[in-house]
């Protein structure tokens, strides 16, 4: 990738992460851990590799992205708003009664929301049939599925990775998001994965590791998982829960943030600043 698309994207990064940070702190809490995590991966799906047309979410050729950790709807919601599917100020009717931002992503509300979720696990199989659908149209079109790495304790994403790899689904692009931590601690301390490296390819998929804020990195994994022929996909980032400010990476409980303490908020606005002004110099 050339120093002027790495630098697109590093700002579009930048500005994913300043709305998740100002909308959660509008709302006063939320899934802050798991949405800053995958800032960068979006920002290389969104900003480079998936087909889409914002002006019509519904166009049927589009990639899709299912966001299997729906909890993460923040981060896609400020993605979808940087890309041009939402309006920045809808931003701030996340969880609202009547809201069409939900904290998790609802494809009958928001649009450029392609799946339902929330429920963990079940982004899976749905991932799973719609690379089937494609698949049995004869369609190009590819569908990026985020998994957590504690939503590996569901068993229904070991059911649907073995389904993915038995029919070498290579358009699921599986990325699990390997931020070691779940709700209430450390992934490896409340149920191991062990290696997913390992685990996923012992289960048929060809498997690339990359650092998770590392834009070029995820791009070139996408474009080696484009020429892997005949054998399922899949991605781990190696990612940190708060990813992207320092305060939020080394906060212990950093799943669902309370906006609540002078700390929090003076280190949010402190992470807003630097971030704002990275894209005033970039721009
Ligand atoms: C079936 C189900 N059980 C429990 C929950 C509650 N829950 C929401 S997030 C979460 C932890 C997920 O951890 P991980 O997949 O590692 O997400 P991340 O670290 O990316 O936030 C849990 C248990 C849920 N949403 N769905
Ligand atoms: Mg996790």
């Not at 709305?19 to 290389?44: F, Q």
């Not at 890309?83 to 609202?96: A, H, P, R």
């Not at 719609?130 to 998994?147: C, E, K, P």
Request: hydrophobic letters at 35%; one cysteine or more.
């Amino acid at each position: 990738m050339n120093e002027t698309e790495l630098n697109k994207l590093k700002l579009l990064s930048a500005k994913i992460r300043i709305d998740v940070l100002k909308m959660l702190e509008k709302r006063g809490y939320g899934h802050l851990g798991g949405s800053l995590s995958i800032v960068e991966l979006l920002s290389v799906l969104y900003g480079k590799h998936m087909k889409y047309d914002p002006k019509n979410p519904n166009w049927e050729d589009r990639d899709m992205l299912v966001l299997s950790k729906g909890h993460a709807g923040p981060g896609v919601y400020s993605t979808l708003a940087n890309v041009g599917f939402i309006e920045k100020e809808m931003l701030y009717t996340l969880n609202d009664g009547g809201t069409n931002l939900p904290s998790h992503p609802d494809r009958m509300k928001t649009p450029g929301v392609d799946m339902t979720t929330g429920s963990l696990g079940q982004g899976t199989s749905a991932a799973a049939g719609i690379a089937t659908g494609f698949r049995m149209l004869g369609s190009d079109q590819t569908v990026y599925l985020i998994v957590g790495d504690g939503e590996l304790n569901e068993g229904q994403c070991w059911e649907a990775f073995q389904y993915i790899a038995h029919n070498k689904l290579n358009n699921c692009v599986v990325i699990i998001d390997d931020n070691k931590k779940q709700l209430d601690g450390l992934t490896k301390d409340i149920c191991n994965p062990f290696c997913i490296e390992e685990k996923m390819t012992a289960f048929g998929f060809d498997t690339q590791v990359v650092k998770g804020d590392d834009e070029a990195a995820i791009s070139d994994a996408i474009d080696k998982c484009k020429e892997v022929k005949d054998k399922a996909v899949c991605i781990i980032l190696d990612s940190i829960k708060g990813q992207g400010v320092p305060f939020f990476e080394q906060m212990d409980a950093n799943h669902s943030v309370k906006f609540d303490s002078d700390e929090v908020i003076n280190a949010t606005h402190e992470a807003i600043k630097e971030l704002e002004a990275f894209v005033k110099e970039g721009e």
